[in-house]
């Protein structure tokens, strides 16, 4: 009886191909159109998914007044982090975070790449998966590098204990050694870094640059275990304003802003918030109006639908 149905059915496609193949064309496209508009939604949804301590992490930022109007910005003065650690017993651990564009040698060859300057708690704030060693910084002579930019290097994702030679200016070098080879972050992390080095080595490449400086801004994290504690923390470090307002008049911070990570980069994406120098996420017209795209192309498929089915 149902192979008689379905060769009856058949027979019927058959007098009306090019009806359906308008529809079965329509139908695919639009469902198509729908299925990319999910998976550009999820990439937002999922963004940052693989740090396993993201709900204990949070970034702080400036709210700046200019003109009598508060805005916020991504980014903190460098000392900001050493007088957190130093001062407040709430947070765990503090993470700070630069980035500058370097000139690598790696044997006879020369590369343009940034260099990625944090604290040595970076890696076990942020998960990262190791092909090789374990991701300690212990000294400054030390680099953990992506398997992607080891392959580039070295052709050959086993990188450990090679050297890489940054050329610095007045023709100074720095020598550094393989400690650590990783797979390379998924495209929805804050972080597509290529190469990472300790803080402290940021100061020896510009050595301008003091670690106790106000006037110079980075990216800083902080790791708190207890969620309720994050309102006390504000107002400890509230008074450093003041460090801030005394060097730049130029660059007036009212108060901190403590944000959770766990969607901070679609946030930034969405708000388009100045200073931030970690990757964000898709903007907010980017994901809603693919999907409103998507719902109206398969709409305008089904009405196809039934009009070709009414014609038929």
């Given at each position: 009886m149902i192979k008689n149905y379905l060769l009856i059915t058949f027979r019927s496609l058959m007098k009306n191909k090019l009806f359906i193949f308008i529809n079965i064309f329509g139908m695919g496209i639009s469902i198509?159109?729908?299925i990319v508009s999910y998976f550009n939604y999820d990439y937002n949804v999922s963004f940052d998914s693989n740090h396993l301590q993201a709900p204990t992490i949070?970034?702080?930022?400036?709210n700046r007044v200019f003109q009598n109007e508060a805005k916020e910005y991504g980014f903190v003065p460098i000392a900001l982090g050493n007088a957190i650690r130093q001062n407040v017993p709430d947070v765990k651990e503090v993470?700070?975070?630069s980035r500058e564009n370097s000139n690598l040698r790696v044997g006879t060859d020369l590369f343009q790449q940034q260099m990625s300057y944090v604290d040595p708690s970076f890696f076990k704030l942020f998960?990262?998966?190791?092909?090789e060693g374990n991701g300690e910084l212990k000294d400054k002579s030390q680099v953990c590098i992506s398997d992607q930019l080891a392959r580039k290097y070295f052709n050959t994702a086993n990188a450990l204990g090679k050297p890489i030679t940054q050329i610095l200016d007045s023709g100074r070098t720095k020598e550094y050694t393989v400690s650590g080879v990783y797979k390379t972050q998924p495209d929805n992390s804050s972080f597509n870094d290529k190469i990472f080095s300790l803080y402290d080595n940021l100061f020896v490449a510009d050595h301008e640059l003091q670690e106790n400086s106000w006037r110079v801004r980075n990216t800083l994290f902080i790791q708190v275990t207890d969620p309720s504690r994050i309102k006390a923390i504000a107002e400890?470090?509230?008074p450093y304003t003041e460090n801030n307002n005394k060097i730049r008049e130029d660059f007036i911070i009212k108060d901190w802003v403590i944000?959770?990570?766990v969607g901070m980069a679609v946030r930034d994406g969405y708000s388009d918030k100045p200073g931030t120098w970690t990757h964000s996420g898709s903007p907010m017209a980017a994901v809603v109006g693919i999907g409103i795209m998507g719902i109206f192309v398969l709409l305008?498929?089904?009405f196809n639908l039934t009009n070709t089915a009414v014609a038929m």
């Amino acid at each position: 009886m149902i192979k008689n149905y379905l060769l009856i059915t058949f027979r019927s496609l058959m007098k009306n191909k090019l009806f359906i193949f308008i529809n079965i064309f329509g139908m695919g496209i639009s469902i198509a159109c729908c299925i990319v508009s999910y998976f550009n939604y999820d990439y937002n949804v999922s963004f940052d998914s693989n740090h396993l301590q993201a709900p204990t992490i949070y970034r702080i930022g400036s709210n700046r007044v200019f003109q009598n109007e508060a805005k916020e910005y991504g980014f903190v003065p460098i000392a900001l982090g050493n007088a957190i650690r130093q001062n407040v017993p709430d947070v765990k651990e503090v993470v700070r975070y630069s980035r500058e564009n370097s000139n690598l040698r790696v044997g006879t060859d020369l590369f343009q790449q940034q260099m990625s300057y944090v604290d040595p708690s970076f890696f076990k704030l942020f998960t990262y998966e190791f092909i090789e060693g374990n991701g300690e910084l212990k000294d400054k002579s030390q680099v953990c590098i992506s398997d992607q930019l080891a392959r580039k290097y070295f052709n050959t994702a086993n990188a450990l204990g090679k050297p890489i030679t940054q050329i610095l200016d007045s023709g100074r070098t720095k020598e550094y050694t393989v400690s650590g080879v990783y797979k390379t972050q998924p495209d929805n992390s804050s972080f597509n870094d290529k190469i990472f080095s300790l803080y402290d080595n940021l100061f020896v490449a510009d050595h301008e640059l003091q670690e106790n400086s106000w006037r110079v801004r980075n990216t800083l994290f902080i790791q708190v275990t207890d969620p309720s504690r994050i309102k006390a923390i504000a107002e400890q470090i509230k008074p450093y304003t003041e460090n801030n307002n005394k060097i730049r008049e130029d660059f007036i911070i009212k108060d901190w802003v403590i944000e959770s990570f766990v969607g901070m980069a679609v946030r930034d994406g969405y708000s388009d918030k100045p200073g931030t120098w970690t990757h964000s996420g898709s903007p907010m017209a980017a994901v809603v109006g693919i999907g409103i795209m998507g719902i109206f192309v398969l709409l305008i498929a089904c009405f196809n639908l039934t009009n070709t089915a009414v014609a038929m």
